[in-house]
Structures are given as structure tokens and as C-alpha cells.
């Protein structure tokens, strides 16, 4: 079936009111968050939620037309409404004051190697660093889900990130252009363009690319989460630094690596009343179940 979709500037019986969201995620009628992608996730979930209940190319119950009411957007943040709508409909349509624009529909493509001809959302999704190096987050323009998406340029003698393992992502590294250095656990080894790195979740693994061979190194940085990205939980443990990140919905702490100890205490002690400490040594306790009170 093919499927229209109209963002209309006036609320329309049954429309999707992008209007009240978009002022509810982004305390803003007009403009789109700057830099990180991140804070437009949350919108782009609730969008993807909502359109998938009126369209979708196996969707028998759809009407074929879906209104979907937005606020007086500027063009960037309207080009990023555009772009998701467009995943759900071959037409898409901006009605302003009673005014039918011609089809808007954008078509799912970023080039990972031009930073000079940006377009439309593409421009506020990028963040600079103090040292020169760029972030531009492809996601969620390429739409929401479990992949996050960036390309990251990085400046002579600088890293893309922290030596840093997911304990719940799978991610990966492409080198478009540059060579440098990687980091792999205690390996190190030297990366050029085309080279394409592995760092699934499960063994830990940390690594960092860093360019320290005379040229910028541009890199996709490609994440996949378990669940939607960003907001899974994921422990990120930054070995050079000696902490554990636990992040995620629900969680937002930092832990000492050297406080991790082996949980052979806890299987031995089980049911026995005791309090953990701070160094990691216990005091007894008498604890609401457990009778017994651990002595030694």
C-alpha cells in the first residue's frame, strides 16, 4: 500500500500530535537539540511507537494517509521530522496555513566522508571538541532502534574515546581514511583505511584508536545495543582510569575498579546475616531471613 504522511501546522482530528511531544521532550516549539544525537532518541522511540501503529508496509488495517500535527519547527528541526516520517511513507507532506507543500520525502542516505555539504538535520548533529576533533552522530537520523551510529575525526595525537570495554554493546570501528593506532586489551597494532575492528560484547575487551601516526584518522564508530541504544544498561569500564561506569536507565554511579573482589565470599556466606564495607570486608548483621549470623 503506499502511504502518505502529512505533518499539518493545525491539530486535525485523530492526528498524531508531534506538537505536544516535541514541546514535552525538547522544552522547545521550534528548534532540535544541538550536538549529541542522543536527546533526540527519546522522540524518535515515541514517533516510531506511534507511526507503527498507523502504518508499515504489512499493515492491512492502515488507512494509506496518516496527519501528524507539529509545532512552527525551524527548517533543521523539520527536515528531522521529515526524515523519520519518511521511513513510513513514500509521501510526505508539510501543510502550513491550509498550504499542501510538494512531496518532502527524503530518502535514509548520509555520506560518512563530506562534512562540507551538511544537510538539513546532518548540521546541528555535530559537536566539536576543545582539541579539534568532530563528532557528527548519524543516529537518529538513519532512525532509532538498537544501533547508534557516529563518525568521529580525529586530530593528530588524539583518541577517539577512552580505552573503554561495554559490558552489554557490541561495537565496531571502520577507518575511513587515516591510520593510527589500536589498543586491544595489551596488544597494540597499527589500523589504516579499511580496516574494520571487532569489539563484541562478552570478553570485556577494551580498546582505543588513537592518532598518533602523523594524520587524522576519520573513523565510523558503530554501536549495537541489546535493547534501544543509549539508554540500555551497559557497565563501561575504563581500565587507564581504574573506574566502572554503570550506565543506563536506572543506573548513573562510578565504581573503583580495585573495590571488585571474587564472589566466592558471597556463595560461601549466603545465608548468613553479614554487611558489605566500603573496603570490602563485611561486619555481621542480623538480616530480616536469615537466622544465622555470620561470625568468620
Known amino acids: 500500500m503506499n502511504m502518505k504522511i502529512v505533518l499539518d501546522d493545525q491539530v486535525t482530528e485523530r492526528s498524531v500530535r508531534a506538537d505536544l511531544a516535541w514541546e514535552l521532550f525538547f522544552r522547545s516549539k ?10 533526540l532518541l527519546p522522540f524518535a522511540n515515541w514517533f516510531w511507537d506511534e507511526m507503527g501503529q498507523r502504518a508499515g508496509r504489512l499493515m492491512k488495517l492502515s488507512k494509506g494517509e496518516a496527519t501528524v500535527t507539529i509545532p512552527p519547527l525551524a527548517p533543521e528541526a523539520l527536515d528531522f521530522v521529515v526524515r523519520l516520517a519518511s521511513f513510513w511513507a513514500d509521501e510526505v507532506y508539510v501543510r502550513k496555513r491550509g498550504s499542501l507543500s510538494g512531496n518532502m520525502w527524503r530518502r535514509p542516505v548520509v555520506n560518512v566522508l563530506d562534512d562540507d555539504t551538511l544537510e538539513g538535520a546532518e548540521r546541528p548533529l555535530t559537536s566539536r571538541k576543545e582539541t579539534g576533533s568532530i ?14 551510529f ?7 595525537d588524539e583518541s577517539a574515546a577512552r580505552f573503554h570495554s561495554h559490558s552489554h554493546v557490541d561495537e565496531y570501528y571502520l577507518i575511513l581514511t587515516g591510520k593510527g593506532t589500536l589498543r586491544y586489551n595489551g596488544s597494540e597494532t597499527g589500523v589504516k583505511a579499511g580496516d574494520l575492528i571487532g569489539k563484541p560484547a ?11 601516526r602523523g594524520e587524522r584518522l576519520r573513523i ?4 549495537v545495543w ?7 544498561k551497559d557497565i563501561i569500564v575504563n581500565p587507564d582510569f581504574k573506574e566502572l561506569l554503570l550506565s543506563g536507565s536506572g543506573w548513573a554511579a562510578i565504581v573503583p575498579e580495585e573495590s571488585l573482589i571474587t564472589p566466592e565470599d558471597f556463595f560461601r556466606h549466603y545465608a548468613q546475616g553479614y ?3 566500603r573496603d570490602g570486608g563485611w561486619v555481621p548483621s542480623k538480616n530480616r531471613g536469615h537466622k ?3 561470625e568468620k
Open 135 to 148: 563528532d557528527r552522530f548519524l543516529m537518529p537520523l538513519l532512525g532509532p532502534g538498537r544501533a547508534f
Open 202 to 212: 562478552g570478553p570485556e575487551v577494551a580498546t582505543q584508536l588513537i592518532a598518533d
Open 275 to 277: 554487611q558489605r564495607t
Open 30 to 39: 521550534t528548534e532540535m537539540p544541538k550536538g549529541h544525537g542522543e536527546p
Open 150 to 156: 557516529r563518525v568521529r575525526l580525529v586530530e593528530k
Open 226 to 232: 541489546h535493547d534501544r541504544a543509549q539508554v540500555s
Open 292 to 294: 544465622p549470623t555470620r
Open 220 to 223: 565510523l564508530d558503530m554501536e
